[in-house]
């Protein structure tokens, strides 16, 4: 039984996410937008933009105040949910971004790429903490751990990797509020004020 139809997107939809509550949910775009629904009222809340390309994965915090997204135009971009503000342009990558995610702390992302990598960032700064490497084929699909120190990584030649990221990332801790208020909001993007340095990686460790 479809419950809803909801209309709005002027081309290919390629991601969906629930929100934890299953009230509202984000769809992704080959319009170069994603947009937030009110489910249960089969509305459009909002329409993201300044992606230049297809938006290809998306992922919400679970507070809802935060939203990830990862483009064809190479570029992953933070935002924030209840203003639509872009936060963060997180680049690095030299293809195109095709799964992102973020811990359940919302402290760090990961992004899969047609260049064959995956991607550990600081959420905060803006940084790339790492680069993984490895992959024969190009990723496809990324996924933490519920504690926050591992990550999976799958790619299209049917690979898939297990990450232990113990070493750049402490366990993660779920937010104490789950429900998406303004103020919460407000001081999530407050704290992700800095300017970052497209080359802001971390080297590695010897």
Known sequence: QCLSVLKGHTSEVWSLVWSVDNRRALSGSSDCTFRLWDVERATCIRVFTGHTRDVFGLALSADQCIALSGSYDKTLRLWDVETGRCLRVLEGHTGEVYSVALSLDQRHALSGSWDRTVRLWDVETGRCLRVLEGHRGRVKTVAWSADGRRALSGDEQGGIRVWDLS??????????????????????????????????MVPEAS
């Open 167 to 200: 070493k750049f990332v402490t366990a993660a801790r779920a937010p104490k509020a789950p429900v998406s208020t303004e103020s919460a909001a407000k001081s999530m993007a407050e704290a992700l004020k800095a300017v970052i340095s497209p080359e802001g």
